[in-house]
């Protein structure tokens, strides 16, 4: 079923992929949500590059927002993108039901492409791979834009590549993934080799650390922090022009930031840099979550600051 | 800070304790609130003397709620008490300032009590125990009604003895505790020893079915499901007057039921029988949960039946 036009829609022209940052969510130093700097940080990420944002993922600290303030975040910045560039909207959440209701109003807000886990709550609530069949399907049939289907470790649900490839074969608008564990490669591998008529992309995640791997393994996309989408894109450019020791090559040079990223500063750093660079008005993160130490927060400074990406001088463009 | 006074809030004479049973959620058999049933539900827990009651916790299936949905049972049950007996509603979320939105809210509308868990989120966001302190401190300054610290294995952060003597000594309207880990009686003993003067009760959870040891350690109250408040509020009178033999006797009567509710049915098990006693219209549970098997839920009501608690008859009166 459909929800009626879509406003703002930006249709991509062809399958979703390339570089799908996640953009933060911007709070005050109090804990607020503070949409101007949300809006001027999609601006940038469309400025450098980005083939489509991400909203409401984990890395935009989904987890500690309100519903009414999801809707708020999300009606923003598909208000502000205005069809620049592809919105992705996460819309999951444990139950069906509020799943499919999330998935609807994004899809009549002006989302491309939905992002949704498997259902999860807690250290010891999950469903089983025939329940999380059923919910993807029923949130599909709910809507008629693509779903990305999210393997996130974070969801404690693991699923199994049958179980992704089931999805792909028969569920109509389950068509792209975005697997973040350890084994993305390998499991992108048996992805397409069991589905690849029924897919338009497999994508990686985690920062895109593992970008080169999951490259020789045919991902299309990489969902980064919204650190260095202009870098990540040429990197995504040129190994689609077969110069993969060009694209190699720039990765490497960039991998120590992606790394500090994964390892140390988790969903703050782009918030940092983007602070650092003048996009937004703080860098605070949602408590209870805690900020890094300074220690770690000026190092990853001084690195950033050393390689000189365009989060930091975006703003005295 | 305190948010006006309140609406239909039963103000118990001395601090909350006895049987304090967790109201299911009830749904129509596709998932959608019945506010009819829920409202009937509760004139049962009312007529079978239930001490207090308690909305929106796990058993409630809280975690596949929307937002707006928690709103409307909370109203729904509130409005409907009227004063008839304290209602407890659990508030909890990964967000500090969401939880205190929340919390005032729920004062608002008239609770007696908020229960809280500690922060937590999927396989792997938990806070540190200084961060779920400080959680705890801010919720608490945000209204002036006692808040129940809720020790569960589920949320996947295992509160120290420690941590929750340090909350009732230093957050002033943190005085009460449901502890439902394995080790509750032994908890609530370190507990009691090293923060008694600043606790009002320590109570249990996990269907009663540790209840007798609990009682030996002082527990004050108990939170059940909402199958026999009943019998669990006679086990506590007559182990308040001393009479611990009777209480055990009839503690171990109904203990098969507690222990197929425990092991086999979880929340299910009053929903279906307030169901076969013709209290709510459907024993559902929400997607993507699942229904246990035909087969233990008729040996459930086997049993039952063979029990006869007032849940099967209060609905012929």
Redesign the interface.
Known sequence: MTTGPARHRAEPAQPLGGVIPVAPTAFTDD??LDLASQRRMTDFLVDAGSDAICILANWSEQ???????RDAVMDAVLGHATGRVPIVVTTS??????AA?RARRAQQAGAAALMIMA???????R??ED??F??FA?VGAAVDIPIVVQDA????MVMSAGLLIRMARDIPNVRLFKLENADAADKTRALLAGASDHIDGAWDGEESITLIADLEARVTGTMPGAVIPEILGEVMRRWATDDRDGATTLFERWLPLLNWENKHMGLQAAKVLMHEGGIIASEAV?????AVSRDLRDGYVRLARRLDPLILRWSRG
Chains 1, 2 share one sequence.
């Open positions: 804990g607020a987890f500690a927002l309100a519903d009414a303030e959440h444990f139950a069906t039901r509020v209701e259902p999860y709550h807690g250290a010891t609530i469903a089983s329940a999380t059923a919910f029923e470790p974070m969801s404690g949602r408590a209870p979550l805690a």
